[in-house]
């Protein structure tokens, strides 16, 4: 039954939104980090991300990552402007410790902008850290 299966509770992994310059075009950009914070390897990283609100949707896509070492982050995917209109959601899964974590994090419609970059863990530019 559900209520029987235990879901770990996932700590030290986050996915966080970076602004970057992005030398090729010359302009400013956000660009979408899943960081690893732990003292262990993830393993079969997993991601799904998705944008959406009450009239539009963008594609999902997906991500897989067969390791993430302790202590590093990886660049999940660029998002358009556009997209930045949205409520987006990624859903990460990872195994460690041969168990599998699961967890879905939120950056909510308009929540990216310039004024609430704060320090995030690992990446040396500021970002923000997804709910």
């Given at each position: 039954?559900?209520?029987?299966i235990?879901?770990?509770?996932?700590?030290g992994?986050f996915?966080?939104?970076?602004?970057?310059?992005?030398?090729?075009?010359?302009?400013?950009?956000?660009?979408?980090?899943?960081?690893?914070e732990?003292?262990?390897?993830?393993?079969?990283?997993?991601v799904?991300?998705?944008?959406?609100d009450?009239?539009?949707?963008?594609?999902?896509?997906?991500?897989?990552?067969?390791?993430l070492p302790a202590?590093s982050f990886?660049?999940?995917?660029?998002?358009?402007d556009?997209?930045?209109?949205?409520?987006?959601e990624?859903?990460?899964?990872?195994?460690?410790n041969?168990?599998?974590?699961?967890?879905?994090?939120?950056f909510?419609?308009?929540?990216?902008?310039?004024?609430?970059?704060?320090?995030?863990?690992?990446?040396?530019?500021?970002?923000?850290?997804?709910?």
């Amino acid at each position: 039954m559900k209520k029987d299966i235990e879901i770990p509770e996932v700590k030290g992994v986050f996915v966080a939104a970076v602004k970057e310059f992005n030398e090729e075009f010359q302009g400013e950009e956000w660009n979408v980090y899943l960081i690893n914070e732990t003292e262990k390897e993830l393993e079969m990283v997993l991601v799904v991300s998705k944008g959406h609100d009450l009239k539009k949707k963008t594609s999902v896509m997906r991500h897989k990552m067969e390791r993430l070492p302790a202590k590093s982050f990886a660049k999940i995917e660029y998002l358009q402007d556009d997209v930045l209109k949205l409520n987006n959601e990624f859903h990460v899964s990872y195994f460690l410790n041969s168990k599998m974590f699961d967890k879905k994090f939120h950056f909510p419609a308009g929540s990216l902008r310039q004024n609430k970059l704060k320090e995030i863990p690992l990446i040396p530019n500021k970002g923000i850290l997804a709910k």
